[in-house]
């Protein structure tokens, strides 16, 4: 398996622009997750779906931001529009979906707005 | 609360010689921990987990170790490495995964 999949690997854009963050997880695991690493508030739990169902959004900073999985083997991540405090790097992460089970994460995508 | 904090934010050790990175948690509910390593610009991978009907669990060269009663955990690196230089996170599961802080390990030659 080749793991989860996130894409780009990194992304620079001017601010107002927007910007998707793609994720593939992990073919038959049920759970999806958003994360966002900042060296100040370190891992931050963004959203997370279950069987493609959103589950809890309260990690969603504000509506600028939004998630979406069509299917289970896709997800996307917008923020319309980018502002520089966005700036951080964005993990998607995937889990069978027990419940007791370590999540597997992917690579990340490093978003800069300048 | 649901805070699940580490006590140092850095650990500096010799090769060769044991680490041991402590997690603090706060909620007693909790039934689930896992150790996550990340090395630099690389996501979390998975090292260890431990459910609360235990009180240690061994890997390959890993160890955790669980003491419910002060709400405490620990990672335990035998002979550590160079390899092992990486931020190291615990995290508590209960439905999803909230992260501690970090505490970063640097191995010196």
């Known amino acids: 398996d080749a793991g989860v999949i996130q894409s780009p690997r990194h992304e620079v854009t001017e601010m107002g622009q927007e910007v998707t963050l793609r994720c593939k997880p992990i073919s038959g695991h049920n759970s999806l997750f958003w994360y966002r690493q900042t060296m100040m508030r370190g891992l931050e739990l963004l959203i997370y779906f279950n069987n493609n169902v959103p589950i809890d959004d309260s990690g969603m900073p504000e509506d600028r931001f939004s998630a979406k999985m069509p299917n289970a083997s896709f997800s996307t991540l917008k923020i319309q529009p980018s502002e520089p405090r966005d700036s951080a790097v964005y993990f998607c992460?995937?889990?069978?979906?027990?419940?007791?089970?370590?999540?597997?994460f992917g690579s990340g995508t490093r978003l800069t707005v300048v | 609360g649901e805070s699940v904090g580490l006590h140092l934010p850095t650990l500096s050790v010799q090769e060769g010689d044991n680490s041991i990175i402590n997690c603090a948690y706060s909620?007693?509910?909790?039934?689930?921990f896992i150790w996550y390593k990340q090395e630099s610009g690389k996501g979390p991978q998975f090292i260890i987990d431990i459910r609360s009907n235990m009180d240690k669990r061994q890997g390959q060269r890993v160890t955790v170790l669980l003491n419910k009663t002060v709400k405490h955990l620990s990672l335990q690196i035998a002979a550590t490495q160079p390899g092992d230089s990486a931020v190291y996170f615990c995290a508590e599961n209960r439905r999803k995964l909230i992260f501690g802080q970090g505490t970063e390990l640097s191995v010196k030659p």
């Open positions: 909620n007693s509910a909790s039934d689930y």
């Open positions: 992460a995937s889990s069978p979906g027990t419940g007791k089970d370590g999540y597997t």
